[in-house]
Nanobody, 121 residues
């Protein structure tokens, strides 16, 4: 069965960095991967996306220049490097995988991890 497991979250001060990892297993198609986040009282939003075949990436305006999404196919792992963190980045972060559809829409993502908490003070 498909399993996505995030790690690397934690509590940091503004300006610091964190690197999230998402270990994936059981996927039969690898079309797009994404990182999403949800803060208390807010809707889940897409943070970063990567098209696995081309390596093309897209970021939310709020994280452009600070976050970097990457993949290591040999390790079946997705990463999110987060630099210059701000209090507004505080949220539960989720990785997700899509087998088809429009990569830059949450609707395409059918497989989700359980989330890892990032708190910035």
């Amino acid at each position: 069965h498909v399993q996505l497991v995030e790690s690397g979250g934690g509590s940091v001060e503004a300006g610091e960095s964190l690197k999230l990892s998402c270990q994936m297993s059981g996927l039969t198609t690898r079309y797009c991967f994404g990182w999403f986040r949800q803060a208390p009282g807010k809707e889940r939003e897409g943070v970063a996306y990567i098209v696995t075949s081309s390596g093309n990436t897209r970021y939310a305006d709020s994280v452009k220049g600070r976050f970097t999404i990457s993949q290591d196919n040999a390790k079946n792992t997705l990463y999110l490097q987060m630099n210059s963190l701000k209090p507004d980045d505080t949220a539960m972060y989720y990785c997700a995988a899509a087998g088809s559809g429009y990569c830059y829409s949450q609707l395409a993502y059918h497989y989700w991890g359980q989330g890892t908490q990032v708190t910035v003070s």
